[in-house]
């Protein structure tokens, strides 16, 4: 069975900082791992998916890299802004590849 | 580009009642699910469909019920609503093997 746990629970940081945030996962045999962003209210947007074949993933400021054999993503979050305040979630694929499970979040709060 | 639709946006229901909430997606995806979010839980997968006609449980499926009738719907219902039913439901849907997944902006359910 599929778990996903994210660490840190909550980030508060101040503007410019570079960081990190951390996921792992108990099937290694994933074919993906997905990162989304969720604001206060709204829905899951997608920001990255990194493919089993690929360490890596890039979009603008962010970074996220893969690991299989020890079953971690990080997303790295370059020069962080106010903007970027919001819950970002990892997930990956359940034992079928019917359906994505989620860790819980990390809220990242970033102060001008 | 409407994308995953969920009505109703917000509903009480009293103890008991009944209602179904409605999905639509208008990306032709084969994959629909529906989540609950809860605090401190994350969001945790109730039932989905890889096709239409096709219906599956996730992990947290007691109380509810589904049904895709067709492929651009997914109708998720609750028979006897209870106060542990209280909850944000997302519906989202996704190509084959859990690419391009999108999400709803919810609808808030309270159970009193």
């Known amino acids: 069975k599929q778990e996903v746990t994210q660490i840190p629970a909550a980030l508060s940081v101040p503007e410019g900082e570079n960081l990190v945030l951390n996921c792992s996962f108990t099937?290694?045999?994933?074919?993906?791992l997905q990162w989304f962003r969720q604001d206060p209210g709204k829905g899951l947007t997608s920001l990255l998916l990194?493919?089993?074949?690929?360490r890596e993933q890039t979009s603008g400021r962010l970074n996220a890299s893969l690991d299989k054999s020890s079953g971690r993503s990080t997303l790295y979050i370059a020069a962080s802004q106010p903007g970027d305040s919001a819950t970002y979630l990892c997930?990956?694929?359940?034992?079928?590849?019917?359906?994505?499970?989620f860790g819980k979040g990390t809220t990242l709060s970033v102060s001008s | 580009n409407a994308g995953v639709t969920q009505t109703p946006k917000f509903r009480v229901l009293k103890t008991g009642q009944s209602m179904t909430l409605l999905c639509a997606q208008d990306m032709n995806h084969e994959y629909m699910y529906w989540y609950r979010q809860d605090p401190g839980m994350g969001l945790r997968l109730i039932h989905y469909s890889v096709g239409e006609g096709t219906t599956a449980k996730g992990e947290v499926p007691d109380g509810y019920n589904v049904s895709r009738l067709k492929k651009q719907n997914f109708l998720l219902g609750l028979e006897s609503a209870a106060p542990s039913q209280t909850s944000v439901y997302f519906c989202?849907?996704?190509?084959?093997?859990?690419?391009?997944?999108?999400f709803g902006s919810g609808t808030r359910l309270t159970v009193v």
């Open positions: 099937d290694s045999a994933i074919y993906n």
């Open positions: 997930a990956g694929p359940n034992q079928a590849g019917t359906a994505l499970i």
């Open positions: 989202a849907s996704s190509t084959r093997d859990s690419y391009g997944y999108t």
């Open positions: 990194i493919q089993s074949s690929q």
